[in-house]
């Protein structure tokens, strides 16, 4: 079972200032054929779903903003938030889409907040 | 634009069969091949995916769920719906419906519904 670990837990950032999330696999989440990762970032606000933002670790889901961005290879990935906005604080997971059964595995989350 | 929303009862005893149904709006099941899931999150906790059906039936569940799961799909109804037996309070959870991703089973889930409250307890 691949098990998604994070880092930081909480992660306090000024308004304008990048924020930078780690996320990491216990295997490789990465298939040669088709040459892509298969691992997404989802923002959750209190009280709504999770919402899509990154898929194949770097593609930007329609609709979000520029200032966010996925990268990393194998079992090693980032998110970033360049210029965080107010309306950017929320929990942040990753998932990895690769090894199913057993199942979508989810990172335990990071909470972003307003420095 | 799809919709998809959760309902279901809000209280379940423990020991009993924790019942719900995803109504999906904006679009036929039927004509449409996606899959479905169901994903929950304990009270302040992180996500776990529970399982997923195909508009044709076909299911893949959580292996450490299996044993008291059902899944099934009606698509004259356009639902989606989830059975767990022999709830404890660690099933107390919100429960999410979603869609997968572009039609495949191995992608992210693009539409998710506002979650629905399950609280077990006598």
């Known amino acids: 079972d691949i098990v998604m670990t994070q880092s930081p837990e909480f992660l306090a950032v000024s308004l304008g200032e990048r924020a930078t999330i780690n996320c990491k696999s216990s295997q490789s989440v990465y298939y040669s054929s088709p040459n892509k990762n298969y691992l997404a970032w989802y923002q959750q606000k209190p009280g709504h779903p999770p919402k899509l933002l990154i898929y194949w670790a770097s593609t930007r889901e329609s609709g979000v903003p520029d200032r966010f961005s996925g990268s990393g290879s194998g079992t090693d990935f980032t998110l970033t938030i360049s210029n965080l906005q107010a309306e950017d604080v929320a929990v942040y997971y990753c998932q990895q889409y690769y090894s199913t059964p057993p199942g979508f595995n989810f990172g335990p989350g990071t909470k972003v907040e307003i420095k | 634009q799809v919709q998809l929303q959760e309902w279901g009862p809000g209280l379940v005893k423990p020991s009993e069969t924790l019942s719900l149904t995803c109504t999906v709006s904006?679009?036929?099941?039927?004509?449409?091949?996606?899959?479905w899931a169901w994903i929950r999150q304990p009270p302040g906790k992180g996500l776990e995916w529970i399982g997923s059906i195909y508009y044709t039936g076909n299911t893949q569940y959580n292996a450490s769920l299996t044993s008291r799961l059902v899944i099934s799909v009606d698509t004259s109804k356009n639902q989606v719906s989830l059975r767990l037996s022999s709830v404890t309070a660690a099933d107390t959870a919100v429960y999410y419906c979603a869609r997968h991703m572009g039609g495949y089973f191995r992608v992210p889930f693009d539409h998710w519904g506002q979650g629905t409250l399950v609280t077990v307890s006598s």
């Open positions: 904006g679009g036929s099941i039927s004509n449409s091949p996606y899959y």
